[in-house]
């Protein structure tokens, strides 16, 4: 039997290729599993992804019988459309696409209004009765085959397009009319000829030879081949061709278009959506020029095809189980759908279809679980722009830290402070910010850097307070000093009113209406159904009692990230820091942290309250001393006057603790092993304020975390300094409580001694910040340098500090996770930092074997999700 | 049969124990081989180490059958030494020792004059007639075995001292005569009665029990614990105990007792060498009290024991084959060998000795070659301080790079070049050094700076000049705008002479005497021969045609590392590479890097040349380019006015251009990746040059290596830009050429997908240098404030920037090798940065596999000895 190259769908009827993708390519084994379910579609057929393969063997030229073939299924288009090719009455027009195993959008050619040639674009004009439009598609379709199919330059269209207007006297494409467009399918013409060597065909089944190779060819550009490659996709797949026959809704009165959702895709409503136009084409509809009407409203101009649509609506969606998006044309009475595909949705519609679809029967918990995107979710969590207010924005920076946000401009935390308990709302405006900037910072509606990426002190701290931030805007030219802020030409002064969109990076001048976000129920419900999935435990990064409680309401399973450098920069601290610092002995250091213990038990005390019953991670002090103290002249000047010392001397101490790249400097527990006073203050105070809740009947778990440890005696030496004081406390105190020491993992050193690390840690945190940084080389400070052009070239798939890199980090964590377990088989394992909320990463800590990830509050909700879908995706 | 505990040596008789270090330990088995071979030592006995291991079995009791044991062979040694244990007249004294399997210098005790009382002291007496050294000897030995025995605080007999001397009203122990040192006796044994609670032991026998006891005992002190853990010696190895007589050169005339070297330890020169004092005991000889005599002059003493040392010299050589280092008693006319060991020697005396010992047919090359030190090398190729001069060190810092220094002290390197073009000589005085200093550094002496580590800029750039510096020498206060320089009180202006000791750090006021290198012909010889054993190619890092003359004598086989950054600083060119830097488009980069290439050129010719017919690595740029730029206000106002900008235009790009962490910054191929035409003008330098050396007939092996690669795409990338290069310049002047295009790895992740990156390098060079800091999170440049700490406290066993730490490190480069050729089985891998010149560094490359480490010009001949002796000890 000779192979069969083409399969036929219409009319109710089709070959068996439904399913079968790898045959016909997604849209062909789409396309026919709607005609199988009854729905009225052009008819058409598709040509496999075998005859395109079999035509590269062949040296490109089409298999045997495959020409047979195609004229006989022209034929069945003919008779289901009731049109002929090549007719000069009621000439059947086909489209032309390809259509791959997997979608490739945009790779890959197609070719409408296939079948026009001087006799049929008579026939074209007769049946729509517009005999400009006739024109204009055919001048259209000359174009599109000129270049496509017969590879005419496509500037030299523009060119005798120009003429024409020019010869005219118009600006505007609209401006010419049938004559003119008549004329310039001549012109066209011979740019084809002239260009390409050679008529432009007038036999529609050469047109047709011509378009299917074309699409075949269109397989092997460079651009499909390196989009092929960066995608994974084998080249000898091949790529199906779909033949379809053209319906057209300006037929007149009779004929219409329109687009439709199953569902309101703004709210997620079970209500039919949509709009169409009578007597249009689907670009109408989108364009604006017209205004289209409500759905509802076909009722009136047809209702039998009304009540047609609404029966396939409903069919199409209880087919394919999700909110549909449909495209349908109305010809000359007869309703054809053109296409429907899932409908892009809102975070707030996708939980609610989920919940309600699954209250409907229509899909099960898992499939609910799976239907929302987990990053989507952010939107539901933080103040954002009403979707229905238009603004201009100024300036565009990196949306760091999600929502929205309107204030007045002040440029210095401290006046943030000030205007905000004068009853004030403020956007604070900064080159980049520092730990210093946190207080102005917390009260701020959100943030505004001129400089940093996604992962800049400012981004970060935003994202772990869930308040919004643009970050690094280029356009922003901030000066601090003569407190304005010029973008684009606008200057603007402290007091001015400013809106930031967090989610999209845009600057506004002025104010933009919020609204604010509304946890549903549905919201829970969903997040309910995500738990009984996921595997992965969910903590949270967090400071404060205030951002504990906030994690704990988003569902947060305990502290993963407890950093206590930021409570050394609160009110009088700072104070006590410097002097520790500037101390030159051990004693002058314990005095100053003598100062320093009853405010961090008084940090602890809150943080462990708001967390009874749950771990709580701190991380042991990690930035470099040099943070803490001033670098400019006029403040080294202040603090010097008022620590009593002398300017020089401060300034002295100041440069000869600066370093050429902190980042890998005296930091983490290269303190802790230099000043064990340090750390030890801190594992008492850790220890204390467990001591006093355990004694108030709280169950407290506390977990403290060695950062920064490349070598195993850094851990054992630290190890012994917090069991030392746990000791010493429980004596003191006369009670007992449980506590685990266990350290980050955030150095490659540490991954591949992971082992012997292992010996001593009680736990794991992989502080894949760092990890990133140095696996990579990539100082995040400075990487926005060329972070987007490696995006950009395709070096980097992702920015390596938003999405885990799996290729290289990934190794050492997993080295870390199986050497580690080799030697403590309970060994805990979690992961802290701007990872733990980002689902792909997510993803690769469930297979990795992690037992939990943390992520600052507002991303818990996130990361619940992505838990989920992981361990579903996995295969629970 | 009961067990056999003790074993007897002395009067040339043993009991099997030679060559059994496991049962008698090192120090008895050697004092056994001696007497073995007929030489004249002092008898003894040793008790074995199953003894001591039986003893904590026991609870500290002694085996069942020690002490009889113990007192037959004290019987036998009195037997030997014609003397008694507690004799009046005659006494028997002995010395207790510990010495396990393995040395554990001065970890454990040892016990002298053991079997003084007060009866035996008068016998000692009589038979040296010395009244006051007979108490002397007797205060000394209650003291310490007060200590050592009776854990007598050592405080209490330094205060009984004191009292008698200030009673007697003098300052020195010296000034004490008989009575006084009887009187302190007398007290020394009252402090131990109140101390230890019981009275100093006045039977030889209970003191010779105590004494042995203490010397199991210090097997398990914390320290030796401690000592043990760090260097995995098992704890049940217990030590054994040496039991001897003690004798004495100072009995009158016809004693004495020397030290003696069977060659000259300086020159290695085949005579006897040494020196020795009649009527004195060992320390005599080394205090510098009395002068001692050469050793020819014994035979004038007596001409006896001359002949039978010379014999004994010469049969312990030949025995040893090895020159050996002697100790010598002669009591009342009897020689007795004390000690002989392998003794310590100058570089070149090792060298002459190893390669006459061959010709001499007394060892193999194999052992020649396994003779020296590579480190010890070092020395011979460096102008050197006469080792005969005493100097005064005035502060010390780090010795970064080997050899010595004498000049006039300048404080800038435009100064330095000033002064040495009028024909001074000049040490170059710096806080630290940065590029713009190299000038300087060249034409300077030596260089001190103030800060920086063995790994700072200005420990490296000497390193591979083979300059001598001294660098991070904390004492130095430079004050460079004064042009004052102050140490330890002491301040030095610009024109005062000062000396450098490049190798053991020493800072010295004024000129001392050097001496220039001689390589001889016996360290060809020596070379030659680790050529035909080691494996390992040997390459060298320079960066001009200068440094790779001086590499290609000392034998390098190319270049592993050319760095073309300290091209761009040379007179005009920085010029060209500020505007290049400050251009604000592709143009105008291309511009500036148009004039550059000739200069690129230039040096490539001339680097070519000297390394005709061997392969030459050049690494396109690394640095980030801010380091071209100047910082300091007044340099960038001089430099805007040069090129005609703005200042602040000057200083706004200088600090846009400014970095947190530079080290992971933009630079390596992430400059050539947004900046291809930089990497493009270098490529065709490179290509141009081998251009015309190969028209003019010579073979040019260029290689061109990519720096810090850490995605595969970032190489293909960097790679495609040299092709296309290559493939212009071929065109362009019609000639072939091979060359290759690699890449350094430096970065982690290049180890973990070094079988993706393998796919285009054609070849892999290790950047130790940058892989420790990223894989440890170390800077270098800041590592100095915890590495010191880290080395002390054992956290770390080397720095690793020194030696490459083979448990991380070396990991992630032994992945990178088998990863690498696993995809390209001939890829060839080298290793570049400070570890090629280090030899445990070097052992493990060989064990890794490597193709060949590259090394500093002055390092090449360490190499290539290092690279001979690890391919010996690996089994070739």
């Not at 967090?502 to 129920?521: A, F, H, M, N, S």
């Not at 591949?752 to 910040?769: H, K, V």
Request: proline residues 4%.
């Amino acid at each position: 039997m000779a192979t069969k190259w083409v399969y036929f769908f219409g009319n109710g009827k089709t070959e068996g290729q439904v399913g079968n993708k790898v045959l016909v390519g997604g849209k062909g084994a789409n396309l026919a599993e709607m005609v199988d379910m009854g729905i009225p579609v052009p008819a058409g057929f598709t040509i496999t992804t075998e005859a395109c393969t079999e035509y590269y063997r062949n040296d490109k030229n089409w298999a045997d019988g495959l020409e047979e073939q195609v004229r006989k299924n022209v034929k069945k288009i003919e008779e289901a459309m009731g049109k002929a090719f090549g007719d000069s009455e009621n000439p059947l027009l086909l489209s032309v696409r390809s259509g791959a195993r997997v979608s490739m959008p945009g790779m890959m050619d197609t070719v409408l209004n296939l079948g026009l040639n001087d006799t049929t674009v008579e026939g074209l004009i007769k049946k729509s009765g517009e005999e400009r439009f006739g024109w204009d598609s055919y001048r259209r379709f000359i174009q599109m085959y000129g270049d496509v199919v017969m590879g005419v330059e496509h500037a030299k269209f523009e060119k005798a397009l120009d003429e024409v207007k020019e010869a005219k006297g118009v600006e505007l494409d609209t401006e010419l009319d049938a004559a003119d467009l008549k004329e310039l399918v001549a012109k066209y013409k011979a740019v084809v000829q002239e260009d390409a060597g050679k008529l432009f065909p007038e036999d529609p089944m050469e047109q047709l030879q011509g378009a299917v190779n074309a699409v075949f060819e269109s397989w092997d550009t460079p651009r499909a081949v390196r989009y092929r490659k960066m995608n994974d996709i084998p080249g000898d797949w091949g790529t199906a061709v779909n033949v379809q026959a053209m319906v057209f809704g300006n037929m007149g009165q009779t004929s219409g278009t329109g687009v439709a959702f199953t569902r309101d895709p703004s709210t997620g409503e079970n209500v039919f959506y949509g709009e169409y136009l009578m007597n249009a084409q689907g670009e109408d509809v989108v364009a604006g020029i017209r205004t289209p009407k409500p759905i509802k409203a076909l009722e009136d101009d047809n209702a039998e095809v009304y009540k047609q649509l609404v029966e396939i609506y409903q069919h199409l969606e209880s087919h394919y189980k999700d909110m549909q998006d449909l495209e349908f044309t109305i010809e000359d009475g007869t309703l054809y759908m053109l296409q429907t595909r899932n409908g892009k949705r809102t975070a707030a519609a996708a939980v609610r279809m989920a919940v309600d679809m699954v209250e409907e029967g229509l899909i099960d918990k898992k499939t609910a679980v799976n239907r929302v995107e987990p990053a989507q979710l952010d939107q539901l969590l933080h103040p954002m722009i009403d979707p229905n207010t238009e603004y201009e924005a100024i300036a565009k920076g990196l949306p760091a830290s999600p929502g929205a946000a309107v204030g007045q401009i002040v440029f210095d935390a401290e006046v943030a402070e000030e205007w905000v308990n004068n009853g004030k709302k403020v956007v604070l405006v900064r080159n980049e910010t520092s730990p210093e900037d946190i207080g102005g910072m917390d009260v701020a509606e959100g943030v505004l850097t001129a400089r940093g990426g996604m992962t800049s002190h400012a981004a970060v701290v935003a994202r772990g307070m869930g308040k919004c931030c643009v970050a690094g805007c280029g356009d922003a030219k901030i000066n601090e000093a003569a407190k304005t802020l010029t973008m684009n030409g606008t200057t603007l002064k402290e007091g001015d009113w400013l809106t930031l969109n967090g989610t999209t990076g845009d600057v506004v001048v002025g104010k933009v209406d919020l609204i604010e976000p509304q946890l549903t129920g549905n919201f829970g419900t969903l997040m309910e159904w995500a738990d009984e999935f996921r595997q992965l435990g969910i903590r949270t990064n967090a400071d404060t009692p205030h951002d504990s409680a906030t994690a704990r309401e988003f569902g947060a399973e305990g502290i993963g990230l407890c950093r206590t450098e930021h409570m050394f920069f609160e009110g009088d601290r700072i104070k006590a820091v410097r002097q520790m610092i500037l101390a030159s002995n051990q004693e002058g250091r314990e005095k100053a942290l003598a100062k320093l213990l009853p405010y961090q038990k008084g940090d602890f005390l809150g943080i462990f309250k708001a967390m009874k019953d749950l771990p709580v991670t701190i991380r042991l002090l990690d930035p470099p001393l040099h943070e803490f103290l001033p670098h400019e002249d006029d403040d080294i000047k202040e603090l010097a006057d008022d620590m009593g010392v002398s300017f020089d001397e401060l300034k002295a101490t100041v440069e000869s603790l600066s370093e050429m790249n902190p980042m890998l400097g005296h930091r983490g527990c290269r303190l802790g092993v230099t000043f064990p006073e340090i750390y030890a203050m801190q594992a008492r105070a850790i220890f204390e304020a467990a001591a006093e809740l355990t004694i108030d009947g709280d169950t407290v778990i506390p977990e403290v975390m060695i950062p920064l440890v490349g070598t195993p005696k850094e851990l054992q030496l630290m190890k012994d300094v917090c069991d030392n004081e746990a000791k010493a406390v429980m004596d003191e105190k006369g009670v007992n409580f449980d506590y685990r020491v266990g350290t980050m993992i955030e150095i490659p050193r540490a991954c591949l001694l992971a082992d012997q690390i292992a010996e001593d840690a009680e736990f794991f945190s992989f502080g894949t910040n760092d990890l990133t940084q140095m696996t990579f080389g990539y100082s995040r400070d400075d990487a926005g340098r060329f972070l987007p052009s490696y995006t950009e070239l395709g070096i980097l798939e992702k920015d390596p500090f938003q999405s885990l890199d799996q290729a290289g980090v990934g190794q050492l964590v997993e080295m870390g996770v199986e050497r580690g377990r080799a030697v403590r088989s309970d060994l805990k394992i979690g992961i802290c930092g701007e990872h733990g909320g980002d689902p792909d990463s997510i993803d690769f800590c469930h297979r990795a074997g992690l037992d939990y990830v943390s992520c600052s509050p507002f991303r818990v909700p996130i990361a619940r999700l992505a838990a989920a879908q992981a361990a579903i995706r996995n295969g629970q």
